[in-house]
């Protein structure tokens, strides 16, 4: 099955489904900047574009290029910036 999302007043969007691994969401994030809140521990991959990421417990933002991830532990919460449509892979872990 695959589940829709929208965040943000449409500004995120993204395709939901689940694998033997666990659930993930693929989708995009329009320009600016938005705080996202954990249940479980998740995996953000940048397929495209670039993320400014304020983890958990730090005060500087991260550049996140397209390529690379980064973690963020259950039950907290991250800010990310994007200057342009940036497509991501999220799991959940």
Request: some cysteine; charged content about 20%; proline content about 3%.
């Amino acid at each position: 099955m695959i589940t829709e999302n929208q965040y943000f007043d449409g500004n995120v969007k993204s395709l939901g489904y689940e694998t033997a691994e666990g659930k993930s969401t693929i989708g995009v994030i329009n320009p600016g900047e938005y705080t996202f809140g954990t249940a479980q521990k998740e995996i953000m991959h940048v397929i495209e574009g670039e993320l400014a990421a304020l983890l958990p417990d730090t005060t500087d933002w991260q550049s996140i290029k397209a390529g690379s991830n980064f973690e963020i532990p259950a039950n907290s919460s991250f800010k990310v910036k994007a200057t342009v449509q940036t497509a991501y892979l999220c799991q959940y872990r």
